[in-house]
C-alpha cells in the first residue's frame, strides 16, 4: 500500500507530517509531491483502491484545483488537511469525500496518524495508540 502526500509549503509542518509518515511506513511506498501536476500525473497512473492520498492544502485556490480533478479521487483513501478552520473551505473539503479531513494550524497531526496506522491495518479493534 502506497500513500501519496501532497503539500506544497515547505516547512515545519510538512517536514513533521512527512516524518510521521516515514516512520509508517517504507520509503519506497511514501511519494511525497510538492507540485500539482506532478501529483496528478503521479497519481493517475500509479494509483489503486488500497493506496492513500493525503491532501495538505495551503489555500482555497488548491482546494479548488483539486474539486476540478476530483475523479482522481474516487476510488482511493483520501485524507484532506486544511491550513484553517474556514466553513466554506471545510464544505468544499467534504465535497471530496475523504475518509477524513483535518485542521492542523498547530501541526498537531495525531488524529491524522491514528487515522492512517487503522487504513495500513496496525492497530488492533479497541487499541490506542
Avoid: W
Amino acid at each position: 500500500m502506497k500513500i501519496f502526500f501532497y503539500a506544497t509549503e515547505k516547512g515545519e509542518a510538512r517536514s513533521k507530517l512527512e516524518t510521521m509518515l516515514k516512520k509508517m511506513v517504507d520509503t519506497d511506498q511514501l511519494y511525497s509531491l510538492g507540485d500539482l501536476q506532478q501529483m496528478r500525473a503521479k497519481i493517475h497512473s500509479e494509483i489503486h483502491s488500497r493506496d492513500i492520498v493525503l491532501l495538505m492544502t495551503a489555500s482555497e485556490a488548491e482546494l479548488d484545483y483539486f474539486l476540478e480533478c476530483q475523479g482522481l479521487f474516487e476510488d482511493v483513501r483520501l485524507i484532506v488537511i486544511l491550513a484553517t478552520n474556514d466553513a466554506n473551505q471545510m464544505a468544499k473539503a467534504h465535497r471530496l469525500h475523504p475518509r477524513f479531513v483535518d485542521i492542523s494550524p498547530r501541526h498537531d497531526f495525531t488524529k491524522v496518524g491514528a487515522v492512517i496506522d487503522k487504513m495500513l491495518g496496525n492497530s488492533c479493534p479497541g487499541s490506542t495508540l
